[in-house]
Structure formats: structure tokens, C-alpha cells
């Protein structure tokens, strides 16, 4: 079991010395429940988990990413498969980011960090926050994280095509996704100053030169970075947008490694071969 007691950046930093900074996407769409030749429903998630859960006991990643939406999608029972996977996982010593994308006025958000972060809900040890009410309305989830050694991913520059042009727009003489960059700044300033805080960016590796720019602005966060494999991303790209930022980097891909299920064994060989190239990515501890 993972050892909440330390803040989430220091625990991100031993695993991905250990093991790898790469985090297994655990995204049981119906595609991948059809290919893995599981039924969709219920009893088909239960499987996928029992072989997520088995192919990770190989140790070779250190961190795992469930796409919520997923696991929703099943009502009830999805969640509480959801809760296993959670579970499982972190038993199995590896760090668990809840991709909800959650986010609201301040007494909601409140209610979303009591949910994923610390003991009591679906004890995850970072959750995924969009931030269209505003920066500041998640800031009890930032705490919440603060308090319990845990972490909140905001989305920034996503992967997506379509975010683009939200995402650069300007407020005022910033575009938006910079203007998140400097308040996110300020929020690790203010929950743990002069160190690598809490409160992380996703920023996806599918875009150009402006994501090196917010990327900068940002020497604080931990950087969540989907868009490989599927999407287009390589770690080609990643090594140019997050140049000097290395070690707070975590590549995540979901189809590209559950392409190789639903054999345990050809799961471990995606996560080994990926997990090796993220620690090509990583300076030397
Ligand atoms: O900007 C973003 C933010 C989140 N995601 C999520 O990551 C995975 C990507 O799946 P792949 O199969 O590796 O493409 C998925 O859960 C998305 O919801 C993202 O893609 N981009």
C-alpha cells in the first residue's frame, strides 16, 4: 500500500525512480471490452479489472490512470469496480490518478475532493479537475490534496483538436491556458512553497510550441501528458515540449497498451517497453 503520509510529488519521484514514471491508461471502452472479447456490461468490467490488476502485479509501471466515464457508464456497478481497481492497484504499491475531469463553484468542488482524494470515497491519490468555473472555485480540492498527500491534475493545453481554440483564446493579454499556468503557480506557492506542490497540469503531447511556452510558466507542477500512441503523441514530442521539465513528467497511454490485451502477458511486455522509454525521458536520480 502506498504511504499517503508524503506529499504526492515526493511519492511520484521515488516510484518513477524505482519503476517508471509512465501510467498505464486502464480505459475500458466498448471497443476494448469487444476486442478483449468481454461482454459489455458489468461482468465484462469485472474481468477487465481482474486483468488490469493481474498485469500490473508485474511492477513494472507505477502508476495507473482509470478513465472515470467508463466505469460510470456501468451504473453503480461500474463504480464499485472502479473502487476495486482503485484499490488493487494502490495494494499493488502504485499511484492512482482518477481521470474525472471534475470541477464547479467552491462548495461543490469541496464535495469532489472529499470523493476521490484522501480516506473516506474513492481514496485516489490524484484526480483530474477541468477548470471552467475558474481556477480559484477548486481550490478546496486543491487543499484537500495539500492535506492529504494527493494531487489534482488541471487540465491546461488537452490533446484534443478541439481544445485548441478555447484553450489559446485570450483573457485580457494572456491566452487562457497561460493565464492557468500562472494561477496554478500561485496555488503551489501558496500550499507548498519553493517545491513541487500539489496541484499538476495536463498538458498533451500532441501539440507545438506554445505548450513549451506554458510548460515554463509552470516550475512548480507535475505535468500529466496523454496523447500518445492513439492520438498521435510521441515521445519525441514530449522530450520537445517538456525540455528541462523531465523529471516532472507522466506519460500516460490507454488503447496504445490495451491494444495488447486481454493476454496478461503481452499487456506486461506493452507496459515493460513503454515503461523503459519513459525512464529514457527521465534524468538519472
Ligand atoms: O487532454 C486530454 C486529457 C485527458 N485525456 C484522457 O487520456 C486518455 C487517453 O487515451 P488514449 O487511448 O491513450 O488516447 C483518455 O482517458 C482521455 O480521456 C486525453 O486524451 N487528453
Redesign the pocket.
Known sequence: MTDVSRPFAARFADIADRRSAFCF?A?PSPAVLRDWGLPADATGLADFVSIVLEAVEAGHVGLL?P?V?FYEAFGPAGMAELARLIAGARNRGLLVIA?A?RGDIGTSSAGYGAAWLGRGGFDADAV?LTAYLGLGALSPVFDRAADTGSAAFV?V????PE?AALQSALSGDVAVADRLAAEIEAENARLAPGATGPVGA?I?ATLGAEATRTVAAMPSALF?V??????GGTLEDMARIFVGAEARVIP?????I?AAGPSVADLRTALARNAEAAMRLRPKA
Open positions: 491508461g480505459d490512470k478513465q466515464a481521470d475531469k483530474t487540465v493545453r488537452s490533446s484534443n481544445g495536463v498533451g500529466l496523454p496523447g500518445l500512441g492513439a492520438q500516460t497511454a490507454s488503447r496504445a490495451l
